[in-house]
T-cell receptor
Framework: TQLLEQSPQFLSIQEGENLTVYCNSSSVFSSLQWYRQEPGEGPVLLVTVVTGGEVKKLKRLTFQFGDARKDSSLHITAAQPGDTGLYLCAGASGGGADGLTFGKGTHLIIQP | NAGVTQTPKFQVLKTGQSMTLQCAQDMNHNSMYWYRQDPGMGLRLIYYSASEGTTDKGEVPNGYNVSRLNKREFSLRLESAAPSQTSVYFC??????????FGPGTRLTVL
């Protein structure tokens, strides 16, 4: 069974601060995805990384896939209250047709 | 383009009752999934369908059945609901590259 360990579980910081969320596994994934989920809604895809060492940027969010394709990180620069939410990492194997393995999520609160 | 739609949004059942959760996608995706989300457990895969006409068990299939009615629709059935099945259920669909799109969820309570 593949597992994804996500840390931290909870994070509360002030507006303007930087933060990093980590997603680690002992398994290799063909791709890794990051989602953001707001209360009462389904997860929404933020980014997919597929190549070891790949870095993708989405405005103030930077996503990195580890060289060995076993881990990933999400870095937010100058966090804003609108970034508040549950962040989930998920790994796919063999194209992902047989489903994703999810981390347990990071609950992020950005205080104004 | 509605994406992934689910019905109902909320449901309360008594132990032993049955119900079917409906899901449809309009993105012409081959793969569809049912996940459940519980506090502290993350999202766990119940069943998936890699293509029309096929279904396979995921991590937590016990107590559930599924039907891939056609390419658009994938339903989840609880034959005899139990309190342990109280959860939020998400249907999802994906392209082959593994980009998954989720529905808004069904919040189920079993008393």
């Amino acid at each position: 069974t593949q597992l994804l360990e996500q840390s931290p579980q909870f994070l509360s910081i002030q507006e303007g601060e930087n933060l990093t969320v980590y997603c680690n596994s002992s398994s290799v994934f063909s791709s890794l995805q990051w989602y953001r989920q707001e209360p009462g809604e389904g997860p929404v895809l933020l980014v997919t990384v597929v190549t070891g060492g790949e870095v993708k940027k989405l405005k103030r969010l930077t996503f990195q896939f580890g060289d060995a394709r076993k881990d990933s990180s999400l870095h937010i620069t100058a966090a804003q209250p609108g970034d508040t939410g549950l962040y989930l990492c998920a790994g796919a194997s063999g194209g992902g047709a047989d489903g994703l393995t999810f981390g347990k999520g990071t609950h992020l609160i950005i205080q104004p | 383009n509605a994406g992934v739609t689910q019905t109902p949004k909320f449901q309360v059942l008594k132990t032993g009752q049955s119900m079917t959760l409906q899901c449809a996608q309009d993105m012409n995706h081959n793969s569809m999934y049912w996940y459940r989300q519980d506090p502290g457990m993350g999202l766990r895969l119940i069943y998936y369908s890699a293509s029309e006409g096929t279904t396979d068990k995921g991590e937590v299939p016990n107590g559930y059945n599924v039907s891939r009615l056609n390419k658009r629709e994938f339903s989840l059935r609880l034959e005899s609901a139990a309190p342990s099945q109280t959860s939020v259920y998400f249907c999802a669909s994906s392209e082959w590259e593994g980009r998954v799109f989720f529905g808004p969820g069904t919040r189920l309570t079993v008393l």
